[in-house]
């Protein structure tokens, strides 16, 4: 039977993270009225994060496993699982412990009643170094003001889609962070909802300065111009 549901989750070196990201996930997945899938995408891990979601595979048989051989980025992770995600509705969040899987059902109910294509979470209170906070909080206003997608947050990897959404993505660096902006882009029907942020208890943050400032700088001009032709 094809799941109603699609997790899509990519990871990279998260190890530790693991069995609580698989536990809180699958307690809001088995509440869902239909079948549901969870789709890891493991992209190269060095560490022991390929162990770990081997054993949580042994207790989970919805789960599945996509593997990268070699780390491909966050962007290319992430549209590989949707595109291999069979459920009609697909869920996507963070593989770092951060996202809160419990506010799933808020994001689920305008997609599930066709008011949305795509329901976006917003990290009104983000526990994140106050560095990041800033450079999110610039960041954001600039691809506003450049792609007028009025979202507040559109790195919050908590987000619920129809299927239908996944034909209008492309490959691109960041994709993951303009998403939101390429699905509006497309004709879709975009909203954005306040949800829960977490501090990292395990392992790093993978993005640093340049991945914070300049590199969606220079996406957002490309982007931009592919989107305007």
């Known amino acids: 039977m094809m799941p109603r549901y699609s997790l899509v989750v990519p990871v990279y070196n998260e190890a530790g993270n693991i069995a609580p990201l698989v536990n809180s996930a699958m307690r809001v997945l088995q509440k869902l009225p239909g079948e549901s899938e969870y789709v890891i995408v493991n992209d190269g891990s060095t560490d022991s994060t390929a162990a770990e979601i081997a054993a949580a595979a042994n207790r989970f ?131 954005e909802f306040p949800v829960r942020h977490h501090p990292r208890i395990r392992g790093e943050a993978h993005f640093g300065l340049r991945e914070l400032w300049w590199k969606p700088l220079v996406t957002l001009l490309k982007l931009r111009r592919r989107l305007n032709r």
Do not use: K, Y
Not at 140 to 154: A, E, M, P, T, Y
């Open 61 to 191: 048989p919805q789960l599945r496993v996509i593997e990268h051989p070699v780390n491909r980025g966050q962007a290319a992770a992430l549209l590989a699982g949707l595109q291999q995600a069979r459920g009609e509705i697909i869920l996507t969040m963070d593989g770092d412990g951060q996202n809160e899987p419990a506010d799933f059902p808020l994001l689920l109910a305008p997609v599930e009643a066709g008011t949305l294509d795509l329901a976006c979470g917003w990290r009104v209170e983000r526990h994140d170094s106050l560095s990041r906070r800033v450079m999110s909080r610039l960041g954001n206003f600039v691809r506003r003001q450049v792609l007028g997608d009025r979202l507040h947050d559109s790195g919050c990897q908590l987000r619920v889609m129809r299927r239908e959404v996944i034909a209008s993505l492309f490959e691109i660096e960041l994709m993951q962070s303009f998403l939101p902006a390429i699905v509006a882009a497309a004709g879709f029907r975009v909203g």
